[in-house]
């Protein structure tokens, strides 16, 4: 009995060891050296393609104000990156310039999601949600979080993919 009982655990625990090695080799080959590049759909110099949006207290912006620079961040609240840049720019001096507008856009997430995620982590950024990711659709297929710089003329500056440590230092204004 006891014989058959290690067998019957030792045959689940190859299953469940194959199963987690198949799994990840669908997120990224084995073989695979480098990260997965996504496509992107915007490039330096193009228009900024949102022209208002309305962040989760109901306030509309306008994005194709002129005069003003612009830092947009498309992030989701379960990532971790993006919670690190957040919690980073929340105690950064960019908050406090007058020519900056920065607005953060949750991708795929809901305002109910959003509003408590922001008052429990004390966000002060502008928060907006792409609930069906068709905003997020027009700058890349892939990968959060993202910072895209645009200038006073709404033109994009640059659009980096934030991940890992010192992310503000990946916005870049000229």
């Keep these: 009995m006891v014989k058959t009982t290690e067998s019957k ?7 469940v060891s194959l199963t987690i090695v198949l799994s990840a080799c669908q997120a990224m080959p084995l073989n695979q050296s480098q990260a997965i590049v996504h496509d992107e759909y ?6 900024l393609p949102i022209e208002t949006i309305t962040t989760i207290d ?5 994005l194709q104000q002129l005069g003003k620079r612009k830092l947009v961040i498309l992030f989701a609240t379960w990532c971790h990156d993006s919670n690190r840049l957040l ?9 406090e310039m007058e020519d900056i507008e920065v607005i953060a856009i949750a991708r795929e997430e809901d305002i109910e999601t959003v509003t408590a995620w922001r008052d429990k982590r004390g966000i002060k950024v502008a928060l ?9 659709r ?19 500056i640059k659009m980096n993919l ?13």
């Design 9 to 15: 655990l030792k045959r689940l625990f190859f299953i």
């Design 42 to 47: 915007v490039n330096s110099g193009d228009l």
């Design 58 to 62: 109901g306030e509309e912006l306008d």
């Design 87 to 95: 919690k980073a720019l929340n105690s950064s001096p960019l908050l």
């Design 128 to 136: 907006a949600v792409d609930n069906d990711r068709s905003i997020y």
């Design 138 to 156: 027009r700058f890349a297929s892939g990968g959060i979080p993202r910072l895209i710089t645009i200038g006073e003329n709404n033109k994009i």
């Design 162 to 174: 934030a991940e890992g440590e010192q992310q503000l230092a990946k916005i870049v204004w000229k």
